[in-house]
């Protein structure tokens, strides 16, 4: 074993402000000191998503994942082309601190297991042959309904300017397992045992950066009731987009995605792919066609563009 699950994606940020507007909009509960922000799921006792203040541009600071093992984790990442390394300013150094081969900041730390979630009401589907629900309707009006709330991290996607090279990285040093992953392009990546489809994704790109973050939400109505209620919040942004409501091909997820005010996104998911033992699961290399969505509206044109590294990005 190594890498268990996600823990949290930290980021440098021009405006503390918008961003705690915007992940708060999105569900997350905020605490913040006025240089840095810290944003959890509501009725969880850690941190999602950390926001540093006073950056020129958004940036990627570090992910940090939850794993077991860590000193033979360090004596492997050397030989895998990566670096142990100090605990950044303002952070502890605890746990372990690890670059990756292109400069990207992980921290390593054991921590027991999130609480099992509770279970929430079968998402009842009536088909052919097969009618589940009578006698009720399956919605209440919309009013009923209370803002979405997002009940954990799901998983993590950062861009890297060599997929493969992430990915032996990860597998390798972290002992994770490649789930599936389309040409060189996109790779996804999971913990060995009772895991998501993937905890930690990989985007082409010149360089490091943050893609998304996501988060579990009840079910694909919840999905597509909290896009739709986060786009009305954000639609008055200055950088604005959403991708959804859709289904990916790679991991199955419902999926929604709302552009944070950087060029980043935040994703609603629902009913993800289970990998219970990697030993038994066979990755796929799906065709490019695949590597967004099953179905779902077009992307937006930059849905995969760095806005760290290019130089045609938003001003701020």
């Known amino acids: 074993m190594a890498v268990l699950g996600a823990l949290s994606v930290t980021l440098e940020v021009p405006d503390l402000e918008e961003g705690l507007r915007f992940y708060t909009d999105a569900g997350l509960e905020a605490a913040s000191d006025g240089s840095t922000a ?49 605990a950044p300013d303002g952070f502890e150094d605890n746990g372990l601190w690890v670059r990756d081969p292109h400069g990207m900041l992980i921290h390593l730390s054991e921590r027991p297991a ?11 589907i009536n088909g052919p042959g097969r009618v589940t629900r009578k006698r009720r ?51 996804f990546c999971c913990a060995r045992k009772d895991s998501d489809h993937h905890v930690l994704a990989f985007a082409k790109s010149p360089g490091v950066g943050f893609h998304h973050a996501s988060f579990q939400v009840a ?68 065709g490019m066609e695949d590597s967004l969505a099953n179905w779902g509206p077009s992307p937006p044109r930059d849905f995969v563009h760095n806005y760290e590294v290019e130089t045609n990005g938003p001003p701020h």
């Open 219 to 286: 079910d694909p109505d919840e999905v597509g009731r909290g896009g739709r209620a986060l786009i009305e919040k954000t639609k008055e942004a200055a950088l604005h987009g959403d991708w959804g409501f859709g289904r990916h091909t790679i991991g199955s997820n419902f999926f929604h995605y709302i552009q944070d005010p950087w060029g980043s996104w935040f994703e609603y998911y629902s009913d993800m792919d289970h990998i219970d033992d990697y030993s038994l699961w066979t990755p796929t290399n799906y």
């Open 114 to 124: 999130d609480p099992e979630l509770a279970e929430a009401p079968s998402f009842e």
């Open 38 to 86: 810290r944003l959890r799921c509501p009725g969880q006792d850690r941190d999602s998503v950390i926001l540093i203040g006073g950056s020129p541009r958004k940036r990627l600071h570090h992910v940090a994942l939850r794993a077991d093992q860590l000193d033979k984790v360090a004596a492997r990442v050397p030989a895998a082309g990566g670096a142990v390394t100090f």
């Open 137 to 187: 309707s399956a919605m209440l009006p919309g009013s009923a309904y209370a803002p979405a709330k997002p009940l954990r991290l799901g998983h993590l996607l950062v861009f890297s300017p060599d997929v493969p090279k992430s990915v032996d990285f990860v597998t390798t040093a972290l002992g994770m397992g490649l789930a599936d992953r389309a040409q060189d392009v996109i790779a």
